[in-house]
């Protein structure tokens, strides 16, 4: 589970993503836009794909840990097609002492209000047993699916997202010993402040509303995410900007704190 709210995430960093690209390697002269075309026949035009690799210090999402044993930094690489408010993004995570990994499969659309909807994927082979299988996993599927609804108005510095596992391996035990479905569900908040060169301090509080993998399936309604970062953005002369961030966080259902370094290179 990454640290993919994908709506959120376009919504909050756009001004960088807009940056993330050799300017000078994609511009086309209108007279090259109207003779050049591709072996199809099409004409060249913008790539709407971007790739994306990111790398983290310690897996921490939702203010959870995500590896608890033999843990190593993680490496996210990534590739998504954008198109208007559409975002769609295929994802893996991958401990670099092969201890842990994870796909994820999304598809996001945000309107102009700021309003976005989102449907992700989480699989995490690592997480049961070999007889897990990507397809057909049957009780042992190590996929959990996600809803998800944000909200992240342009002019005032505020996001929410509100998100739920309606599917999958997020199952805990009852009191009469049957396996149940937890639906699991997530409610964040969070504010930032800007600097030049869209430098940003944020504060997150995340929560959790039932007895769900955020707390053990062990609390009902419990705050399970307080994170602090500081984003500071690298500036190429090539126009291309490598965000870099350290985040404090600390989870009260666990009583754990973390320091998390990131570094996302988009392109």
């Not at 960093?13 to 003779?35: R, V």
């Not at 295929?90 to 945000?110: F, Q, R």
Request: hydrophobic share 35%; aromatic share 18%; proline share 3%.
């Amino acid at each position: 589970m990454k640290k993919i709210i994908t709506a959120l995430l376009i919504a909050i960093f756009a001004p960088l993503a807009s940056q993330s690209i050799y300017a000078e390697d994609l511009n086309i002269s209108s007279e090259e836009d109207e003779t050049t075309t591709n072996a199809w026949g099409g004409k060249l035009i913008k790539s709407p794909f971007g790739l994306g690799l990111d790398i983290q210090t310690k897996y921490v999402w939702r203010g959870m840990e995500m590896m608890t044993e033999d843990s190593a930094p993680v490496l996210f690489p990534s590739i998504n097609y954008s198109w208007k408010g559409l975002f769609v993004y295929a994802m893996g995570g991958y401990a670099i002492n092969g201890k842990y990994a994870e796909v994820d499969l999304g598809a996001s659309y945000t309107l102009d209000n700021g309003i976005g909807v989102a449907f992700n994927d989480y699989y995490y082979p690592t997480v049961d047993t070999k007889q897990d299988e990507y397809l057909g996993g049957g009780k042992h599927t190590g996929h959990w699916l996600e809803a998800v609804v944000s909200y992240t108005p342009e002019k005032i510095p505020f996001w929410a997202t509100l998100s739920n596992f309606f599917y999958g391996a997020d199952k805990y035990i009852n009191d009469k010993g049957e396996e149940k479905q937890a639906y699991s569900t997530y409610l964040e908040l969070g504010t930032y402040y800007d600097f030049l060169n869209y430098n940003r301090i944020s504060l997150t509080v995340g929560s959790a509303f039932n007895k769900s993998c955020y707390n053990g399936y062990e609390h009902g309604f419990s705050v399970c995410n307080l994170e602090l970062k500081y984003t500071y953005n690298v500036n190429f002369k090539s126009g291309w900007t490598l965000p870099l961030n350290v985040a404090y966080i600390y989870n009260p259902v666990f009583d754990k704190s973390f320091v998390n370094f990131t570094a996302n290179f988009a392109f």
